[in-house]
């Protein structure tokens, strides 16, 4: 069996319902495809995305207690992780924030120092700052070194219990998430400027500043959810074309 060969594509879905519709397309197939730098290559199937999805949302409602409702604003480089944080999320019924001037609660997941110092200095006693790994791999939030000095607790020595290691805790939560009370999201929209067919959609960004914005977040998520892959190229010595020629998709101009 192929497990490359592209999707059945799916029908529109809600936020909430996101996670598991895109585990149903995609199965054990790839869904998800990272060319990070170094060459590196993550390739995240459905199956697995939904599994990190739950966890996360276990940890939000079991661990944080958050509720439906609430904000979370993820600030976190191109990879898996910030789209599996917004499943999860959107699965325990928060919302994902996407303007840092609204008031109300916000719990902050970034994979920056100084924007988690930047949340540290301004939440509310009931708001998480949840510090995320940059890397893929990683188990531990890290300052980007391998030693003691570079650990969350040696980087935040007088940090309150409202800052927590994404990594350390997600993995030991359930695979399987049931909410205490019925979830309704909101409805993802596809981008605009998507390549036509079924094939993968290929986001070239390699010269891109800054994290991935809530919209591009919610871009990849709807996109996943209509049964097509995404392929994510940072690497800035990646060949873009060839990369779309091997993974049977077409880069996506302007979204």
């Not at 924030?97 to 902050?108: I, K, Y």
């Not at 009370?181 to 993968?200: D, F, H, K, M, Y």
Request: aromatic letters at 6%; one cysteine or more; glycine letters at 10%.
């Amino acid at each position: 069996m192929d497990i490359t060969a592209p999707s059945r594509p799916a029908q529109p879905c809600r936020t909430d319902e996101a996670a598991a519709q895109i585990a149903s397309a995609f199965g054990p197939r790839p869904a998800l495809s990272i060319y990070g730098p170094g060459g590196s290559r993550r390739e995240i199937s459905g199956a697995v995305l939904e599994n990190w999805a739950a966890k996360t949302a276990n940890l939000l409602t079991e661990e944080l207690e958050t509720a439906a409702g609430e904000r979370l604003d993820i600030q976190c480089s191109w990879g898996w992780r910030p789209v599996a944080l917004a499943l999860g999320a959107w699965a325990a019924g928060l919302v994902i924030a996407t303007d840092p001037d609204e008031p109300g609660q916000r719990h902050l997941a970034s994979d920056s120092e100084a924007r988690l110092r930047e949340h540290l200095a301004t939440a509310t006693a009931f708001e998480w700052t949840i510090a995320v790994p940059a890397g893929d791999l990683d188990r531990t939030w890290t300052a980007g070194g391998d030693d003691d000095e570079s650990s969350l607790a040696s980087r935040f020595p007088e940090s309150p219990e409202t800052l927590v290691d994404y990594a350390a805790l997600v993995a030991g939560f359930g695979d399987v998430f049931q909410p205490f009370e019925p979830v309704t999201g909101s409805e993802l929209s596809l981008p605009e400027g998507l390549p036509q067919g079924t094939g993968a959609v290929v986001l070239d960004r390699r010269s891109a500043e800054g994290p991935m914005s809530s919209e591009e977040i919610a871009a990849v998520c709807a996109v996943l959810s209509a049964g097509r892959g995404v392929v994510v190229i940072t690497d800035p010595g990646a060949d873009a074309e060839r990369i779309a020629q091997a993974e049977r998709g077409e880069i996506a101009r302007g979204l």
